[in-house]
T-cell receptor
Framework: ETGVTQTPRHLVMGMTNKKSLKCEQH?????MYWYKQSAKKPLELMFV???????ENNSVPSRFSPECPNSSHLFLHLHTLQPEDSALYLC????????????FGQGTRLTVV | GEDVEQSLFLSVREGDSSVINCTYT??????LYWYKQEPGAGLQLLTY?????DMKQDQRLTVLLNKKDKHLSLRIADTQTGDSAIYFC????????????FGSGTRLQVQP
């Protein structure tokens, strides 16, 4: 248990569905991240929120839409996804100013059918 | 751009030492990390090292950093079957975003 909780753990959705992934941390961190882990690629950074403000968006398609309503919660809203979006989506949090380790959730295994 | 590379696979016998290697290209890397991922799980931080250090030891884990060659290694002493997992090397720079750049991971298989 790292202190970062992601729900759901598994998600199967059709290409026309809309769903959201949720991440929650109660570690007192002020930076949160979404990463994508595909089968044959290194972990890819998708979005960074620092102090609830999006500070980085790594050219992610608009069918992925992040939301950070407060420093403890992070969402990834999904709509009209493609089969190639099937992956493990990992949330992480850290203390932005200190720059030590990031703590990861267990991930949401997403399958797009 | 930033790039982190690792070999894909390592097989060792139980009780032997494992050494997992990583190279990175960003000379401004400030923090270097080793994460472990077991099947079906997220990433677990094993250890990290600041770029002004060249070695860090934590129980069975030894991290060596050669900053000149941009080479990082993780040595696991007395490797156990429970150490079988994917090990990711990652780096971050001393900027506000603190995001990590990961290698593709090394799958460690420990033979009984």
């Amino acid at each position: 248990e790292t202190g970062v909780t992601q729900t759901p753990r598994h998600l199967v959705m059709g290409m026309t569905n809309k769903k959201s992934l949720k991440c929650e941390q109660h570690l007192g961190h002020n930076a949160m991240y979404w990463y994508k882990q595909s089968a044959k690629k290194p972990l890819e950074l998708m979005f960074v929120y620092s102090l609830e403000e999006r500070v980085e968006n790594n050219s992610v398609p608009s069918r992925f839409s992040p939301e950070c309503p407060n420093s403890s919660h992070l969402f990834l809203h999904l709509h009209t996804l493609q089969p190639e979006d099937s992956a493990l989506y990992l949330c992480a949090s850290s203390q932005a100013e200190i720059g030590t380790e990031a703590f990861f959730g267990q991930g949401t295994r997403l399958t797009v059918v | 751009g930033e790039d982190v590379e690792q070999s894909l696979f390592l097989s060792v016998r139980e009780g032997d030492s494992s050494v997992i290697n990583c190279t990175y290209t960003d000379s401004s890397s400030t923090y270097l990390y080793w994460y472990k991922q077991e099947p079906g799980a997220g990433l677990q931080l094993l250890t990290y090292i600041f770029s002004n250090m060249d070695m860090k030891q934590d129980q069975r884990l030894t991290v060596l950093l050669n900053k000149k060659d941009k080479h990082l290694s993780l040595r696991i002493a007395d490797t156990q079957t429970g150490d079988s997992a994917i090990y990711f090397c990652a780096e971050s720079t001393n900027t506000g975003r603190r995001a990590l750049t990961f290698g593709s991971g090394t799958r460690l298989q420990v033979q009984p």
